[in-house]
């Protein structure tokens, strides 16, 4: 795409519209509400505030800003708001949890509070939102601090939220105390509940995302390593698979997926593509004390990567997980610019669901899917990761993608301005509120509307 139809796109609001991927996109709602048969809401109207611009008969709340005070008066509302959660509390509250992907450079880290701090020298961690019956917010405080890279996660059956950590540094490196790259649970209405607890068995790696197989208890987690070696899909299988709260502290077995005659799974590039009898492999060390994950000895027949793995959601009886892209120019086996894969645990079935690029009408890689999650319409909404001005797209069961929202924070220059990416897009338990953050600088929005047009 020409930077001049880019910009055309960029000022209609119709950007996205014409991302073009293959796959049978279906699939992806499987078991959920019909979704949206049209194009969307219409065309994205400039926001006279320059923050967010939506379709109209949308509207926004800022419901907070990196840099004010906590209402706890723990401290500053930390930066780089990422992965989020939304459960529901008592008497129609929302209880919002909130991902900071602070590294030791992080501007403000989140604040340390006693019981909920695993390393002092950690600036990442989470906070905690609670809003009323009618979307204000009456409580904001830290909900887990002293941590690293907190990007994604994902929610339990339980009422729990997984944050994870994306890194691998260890005691001693960047000043920190003790070891990172772990998975941690945080229970959204009372933190002290959960502590700063590192889920050890579940790996120490770059972690990205996590889904729970309802039934069974098995967590998927998503390893987003960009340089090679590339990374791995996992699983945990639990000690306590009924699970609740606490339970993952139990222990359990971590594994990694082994897609037979498959080294990478970028090299996988038709839509519909399946392979059957997904093998699991055990992890060598899961604390990888010496060596990370991903070079460990998995025998001879290897161990199946891909580059970029990220978002990662339960849908019906599957597992779903994106690969944002591959670049065969840093060590991939082909190119793309977005992978969705869907693994069905019943039949060990794994199938390649839907491709972005690079043969689409978008020539960029900066509209690659990074976080995602199933809207109540039964659609998805997806987050992109890449450089431009950011949006939400949503997609339709046939395939339509729409653009929902547009960031207009501008953090650059006139001459090269940058935009913070949008993440951890997820709805309130009632569906009538999508939360949605905006990376930097870090703002949580609650965007209602007529979602059921």
């Known amino acids: 795409m020409s930077a001049t139809r880019?910009?055309?796109?960029?000022?209609?609001?119709?950007?996205?519209?014409?991302?073009?991927?293959?796959?049978?996109?279906?699939?992806?709602?499987?078991?959920?509400?019909?979704?949206l048969g049209h194009s969307g809401y219409g065309p994205l109207v400039p926001d006279p505030d320059g923050l967010l611009d939506l379709p109209k008969g949308f509207r926004y709340r800022v419901l907070s800003r990196e840099g004010d005070?906590?209402?706890?008066?723990?401290?500053?509302v930390p930066s780089n708001h990422d992965?989020?959660?939304?459960?529901?509390g008592r008497h129609g509250r929302v209880h919002l949890v909130r991902n900071h992907e602070n590294r030791v450079t992080g501007k403000i880290g989140v604040p340390t509070v006693d019981g909920l701090t695993y390393d002092p020298m950690g600036k990442g961690g989470c906070t905690a939102l609670t809003l009323d019956q009618r979307g204000n917010v009456i409580g904001e405080r830290v909900a887990i601090a002293g941590t690293a890279v907190n990007c994604a996660g994902g929610p339990t059956p339980w009422g729990t939220w997984l944050t994870c950590e994306e890194t691998e540094d260890k005691a001693g490196t960047n000043g920190y105390t003790k070891d990172h790259g772990f998975i941690f649970e945080v229970d959204p209405v009372d933190p002290h509940r959960t502590g700063a607890v590192p889920l050890t068995a579940?790996?120490?790696?770059?972690?990205?995302?996590?889904?729970?197989?309802?039934k069974r208890g098995i967590v998927y987690e998503t390893e987003d390593a960009f340089l090679k070696p590339f990374g791995l899909f996992y699983r945990f299988l639990p000690n306590k698979p009924e699970g609740g709260r606490g339970s993952?502290?139990?222990?359990?077995?971590?594994?990694?997926?082994?897609?037979p005659g498959v080294p990478d799974l970028s090299s996988i590039q038709e839509t519909g593509a399946t392979f059957d009898r997904i093998e699991w492999v055990d992890v060598p060390d899961p604390l990888a004390a010496e060596t990370?994950?991903?070079?460990?000895?998995f025998g001879p027949k290897g161990i199946t990567h891909a580059q970029k793995l990220e978002g990662c959601y339960w849908g019906g009886s599957c597992v779903y997980f994106v690969s944002s892209f591959a670049h065969s120019?840093?060590?991939?086996?082909?190119?793309?610019?977005?992978?969705?894969?869907?693994?069905?645990?019943?039949?060990?079935?794994?199938?390649l669901v839907i491709v972005f690029g690079p043969d689409t009408d978008v020539q960029l890689p900066g509209e690659s899917p990074d976080n995602i999650c199933l809207a109540p319409s039964g659609g998805l909404m997806v987050c992109e990761d890449g450089g431009g001005a950011q949006h939400v797209y949503g997609v339709t069961r046939r395939g339509e993608v729409y653009p929902m929202a547009r960031g207009r924070q501008n953090i650059g220059t006139e001459d090269e301005p940058e935009w913070g990416e949008f993440a951890g897009v997820t709805f309130s338990p009632d569906g009538r509120t999508m939360?949605?953050?905006?990376?930097?600088?870090?703002?949580?929005?609650?965007?209602?509307?007529?979602?059921?047009r």
Request: charged share 20%; proline share 4%.
């Open 329 to 351: 120019s840093e060590g991939s086996a082909a190119d793309h610019y977005g992978q969705i894969w869907r693994y069905d645990p019943a039949a060990r079935r794994l199938t």
């Open 83 to 88: 992965g989020m959660a939304a459960f529901a």
């Open 248 to 259: 993952l502290r139990a222990g359990g077995r971590l594994q990694a997926m082994r897609v």
């Open 292 to 297: 990370p994950i991903r070079l460990q000895d």
């Open 202 to 214: 579940m790996g120490r790696f770059q972690h990205e995302a996590i889904a729970v197989d309802p």
């Open 435 to 452: 939360y949605v953050n905006c990376y930097t600088p870090g703002t949580t929005f609650a965007v209602t509307g007529p979602w059921h």
């Open 6 to 35: 880019r910009e055309v796109l960029a000022r209609s609001g119709a950007l996205g519209v014409g991302i073009a991927f293959t796959g049978a996109v279906s699939e992806l709602f499987t078991g959920t509400a019909a979704a």
């Open 69 to 76: 005070e906590l209402r706890s008066g723990e401290g500053q």
